[in-house]
């Protein structure tokens, strides 16, 4: 069983896998990023910056272990539909949120990239050809930077886009304001949890009020086509 809320991913745009993998993997896959940083969670002195970059580009070790997950891999078949979905190894980008220090001005509403174009840019698209995954390396709770969500937006973005392809900074306003009167969740939990998120569904990062840095991945799942309404999967029948 994987413990996956299909019919809430496909009303909400989202929904949360618990438990992926267990604790203490998440927790060993922190105590890695503390290292590649070079950072430590005892010495407050060097919590500097509001985001610290890292990124897990091999999928070795704990990281590995998220990508490989069977529960994970049951919820994507879910989602995507056996076959619907490409297997990742890497976890990719992580950003680290650090409290008490002044935010970050990237907290804007937006959707990822979903469409690579030729010059190796991504775009934005009302037929995305990738899908986000939020992977939680800590505690998350409302204080600790958790990224926002607006419940049901997917619907507002599919058609705000229709057919057409965007810059991510163009499009970024234009699905604030089509999702605005949305009611906002927040993805909240523990090591090892893992958040499906449809491709349209507007989201953003928030300002961290808590005591503890915030690790999570943001890992981009392709998909083996792209998203269209008609289509039997989950991820097209949450855009109808």
């Known amino acids: 069983?994987?413990?996956?809320?299909?019919?809430?991913?496909?009303?909400?745009?989202?929904?949360?896998?618990e438990a992926a993998v267990p604790r203490e993997v998440g927790d060993a896959a922190r105590a890695l990023v503390w290292q590649q940083i070079g950072?430590?969670?005892?010495?407050?002195?060097?919590?500097?910056?509001?985001?610290?970059?890292?990124?897990?580009?091999?999928?070795?070790?704990?990281?590995?272990?998220?990508m490989r997950s069977p529960r994970l891999h049951q919820a994507l078949d879910e989602v995507a539909g056996p076959g619907g979905w490409v297997p990742r190894g890497s976890l990719g980008n992580m950003p680290i949120r650090f409290p008490g220090v002044e935010p970050a001005d990237d907290r804007g509403w937006h959707i990822d990239g979903s469409v690579a174009r030729p010059d190796g840019s991504w775009a934005v698209s009302g037929r995305p050809e990738t899908m986000l995954l939020l992977v939680l390396l800590s505690e998350v709770g409302d204080?600790?930077?958790?990224?926002?969500?607006?419940?049901?937006?997917?619907?507002?973005?599919?058609?705000?886009?229709?057919?057409?392809?965007?810059?991510?900074?163009?499009?970024?306003?234009?699905?604030?304001?089509?999702?605005?009167?949305?009611?906002?969740?927040?993805?909240?939990?523990?090591?090892?949890?893992?958040?499906?998120?449809?491709?349209?569904?507007?989201?953003?990062?928030d300002e961290h009020r808590g005591t503890r840095p915030r690790f999570m991945a943001q890992a981009p799942l392709f998909l083996t086509t792209p998203v269209a309404p008609g289509d039997a999967n989950a991820l097209a029948r949450a855009v109808l």
């Open 1 to 17: 069983m994987s413990m996956f809320d299909v019919d809430r991913f496909v009303a909400d745009g989202f929904a949360k896998l």
């Open 39 to 66: 950072l430590s969670p005892d010495d407050r002195s060097g919590w500097q910056q509001p985001v610290v970059w890292a990124a897990d580009l091999t999928g070795e070790g704990p990281f590995g272990e998220f």
């Open 143 to 205: 204080d600790d930077a958790p990224t926002r969500i607006r419940v049901g937006s997917h619907r507002d973005a599919a058609r705000m886009m229709g057919e057409q392809v965007l810059d991510p900074f163009e499009a970024g306003p234009l699905l604030d304001a089509a999702s605005k009167d949305r009611p906002v969740a927040y993805a909240t939990g523990q090591p090892g949890d893992i958040y499906l998120v449809h491709p349209l569904t507007v989201h953003a990062a």
